[in-house]
């Protein structure tokens, strides 16, 4: 996944390599000069005695200096390299996968969770950016530190060569069952992220409801559950991290240890072994360093590789729907084909053998008791799910034939439950339709009544709107959404349940508005009261999942036992007016 964006970079981490080199080069020489420099000061003349070669200390001094000013310059220009790329992946990482899941189909989403969905946009891309920025810095620089520091070790004491080995041997050892015992606990702090966003979602979300039931110690419970998992698991991590480092140092030291006590006998008699013991002693915290930035980059690989799976898992997905080719111009007619439908991950049918058709211009009305599947049927129009057995035509062919921009255009849903975006009432409005004019904004509100108290802001279209409308009544949140389905000017318009909140007045001004003023759009409304449908041209009673029976109000009052006692029920609390 990861090769596909590295390749757009190719000439920075090209001479990000080149700097890295470099580094290395700058690294290695300095023991070396170090080496002489020390050298020099001891010195010995002719006759015994120690006498400093001042000018050989200047020329390594120079030359330790000098290196030291280019291994800084390309350690900087490296590290800017590392934090330009990282950060351009992550926001392609981002840009990508985002736009993916607008693909994704409404099951898709419900399959992934959106907690889950927004821990990976979020948490997994973080992961995956510090592991590019890490690899730039260190991945490419361990080896050749490595490799050099191991050949400089031995060509300054050859015979302390099995030693490294043996630190390198220890080493391996110690970073594999560290690693072991880490990759679980990483697993599981995903999963506890993933878990900690879905309850803080849910919270959110649902407040009114925990605070009306008194549910906060409940729901902090819950939450504190999985944050002890969380903790409990990163201070594993951090437990197993932490010996990694003292670890590699006591290793370290002890072989130094011993390479000093093995060659302090030598040094008294050759002054020029002390250098030579001071260089390997550095070369070896460099092989150390080296291991230890494995190790750390290692447990950040482990971390990475579990997000890049994540976020892969988002970029390969393609959407469980399909569509064709087709283009729709003039809508002429909408057929259910013996309908069934159960949604996913369950076998049970919420639909049954559903068939009715509607023609362009005619109003249709979904009336039935709770749970009969009136929500289901207007959700399968738009393809927010699809049927399981039958087919649903337009102009006598599939929807699926349908590319998704025909289906998305012609038609304007507004569902049971509005939900607006933080940003201004005319950002929400012309979420409908992003061209549409000051005038057909103000018509779309007009239609929906939600004019009226537009007009009383003080701001009018540009107040500001909370995230999910939390500034805004029910009513006022219905009648922006249904302005939004409005402005779109769609050939099929949706009303689910959407105007439940509204009072009475303001509920038969919108019909009134959609007999007179949407004579040619097709308008299907699901419906509790049945006040809000007796005008429609057919309205369809639903009961449990099958439709009961088909036809105007007056028919069904004489032909369908359920729409007869929702109408009494209606009737006798006062939801309608009394006709008969």
């Not at 915290?285 to 890049?308: C, E, K, T, W």
Request: one cysteine or more; proline letters at 2%; hydrophobic letters at 45%.
């Amino acid at each position: 996944m990861l090769k596909k964006y590295l390749k757009q970079y190719w000439i920075l981490l090209l001479i990000a390599i080149i700097l890295v080199i470099v580094q290395v080069v700058s690294m290695l020489c300095q023991p070396r000069f170090i080496s002489e420099i020390i050298n020099a000061l001891n010195n010995v003349n002719d006759l015994g005695e120690v006498n400093p070669n001042i000018s050989l200390i200047y020329k390594y001094g120079m030359y330790l200096l000098i290196v030291g000013v280019i291994g800084l310059i390309s350690g900087l220009i490296n590290t800017f390299i590392a934090a330009y790329v990282s950060q351009n992946i992550g926001a392609n990482l981002r840009h990508d996968s985002f736009k993916n899941i607008q693909n994704f189909a409404y099951e898709d989403i419900e399959k992934f969770n959106s907690s889950t969905l927004l821990v990976r946009l979020t948490n997994d891309i973080t992961q995956i950016q510090n592991f590019i920025m890490l690899a730039i810095q260190l991945l490419i620089k361990v080896p050749f530190i490595f490799i050099g520091s191991f050949i400089m070790a031995i060509n300054v004491l050859p015979s302390l060569w099995w030693t490294i080995i043996l630190y390198i041997i220890i080493v391996i050892i110690i970073t594999g069952i560290l690693l072991k015992s880490m990759k679980p606990k990483i697993v599981e702090i995903q999963k506890s992220n993933d878990m900690l966003n879905k309850i803080v979602k849910e919270n959110m979300d649902g407040i009114r409801v925990v605070k009306s039931f008194s549910g906060e110690k409940k729901e902090a419970l819950r939450y504190n559950k999985y944050v002890d998992n969380l903790t409990s698991n990163l201070i594993g991590v951090g437990k197993s991290f932490s010996f990694m480092i003292p670890l590699y140092m006591l290793v370290a030291n002890l072989i130094t240890a011993f390479a000093i006590y093995s060659i302090a006998n030598l040094a008294v008699d050759d002054l020029s072994k002390i250098g030579d013991l001071i260089s390997f002693t550095t070369y070896m915290m460099q092989i150390m360093f080296a291991l230890v930035a494995a190790g750390f980059i290692s447990m950040s690989m482990a971390r990475a590789i579990v997000s890049i799976k994540r976020v892969s898992e988002i970029l390969k997905y393609n959407s469980s729907f399909s569509y064709g080719e087709e283009e729709l111009y003039n809508f002429e007619s909408l057929e259910f084909k013996n309908v069934d439908f159960a949604y996913p991950n369950t076998d049970k049918l919420t639909l049954k053998n559903i068939s009715f058709k509607i023609n362009n211009g005619e109003k249709l009305g979904i009336v039935g008791i709770t749970g009969s599947g009136k929500s289901s049927i207007v959700q399968l129009i738009p393809r927010l799910y699809d049927v399981t057995n039958g087919e649903i035509l337009i102009n006598g062919k599939n929807i699926k034939e349908y590319n998704s921009k025909t289906l998305t255009n012609n038609i304007a849903i507004v569902l049971q439950k509005a939900l607006l975006f933080a940003g201004t009432i005319e950002d929400n409005i012309l979420h409908g339709n992003p061209a549409a004019s000051n005038e057909e904004i103000n018509q779309a509100a007009k239609f929906a009544q939600a004019k009226e108290f537009i007009d009383k802001k003080d701001n009018k279209y540009h107040a500001k709107v909370y995230q999910k409308g939390a500034n805004l009544s029910g009513g006022q949140k219905q009648r922006l959404s249904i302005a939004r389905a409005i402005v779109k000017e769609a050939q099929i318009l949706i009303l689910d349940d959407s105007t439940s909140a509204l009072d009475a007045h303001s509920e038969n001004l919108v019909k009134q508005a959609i007999n007179n003023d949407l004579k040619n759009t097709t308008t299907i409304i699901v419906a509790q009261k049945i006040s809000s449908i007796v005008d429609m041209n057919k309205i369809l009673v639903l009961n449990e999942g099958t439709i009961e029976k088909i036809g105007t109000h007056e028919q069904l009052l004489k032909s369908s036992d359920t729409y007869q006692k929702i109408f009494k029920t209606q009737q006798d609390t006062g939801g309608i007016d009394n006709e008969e």
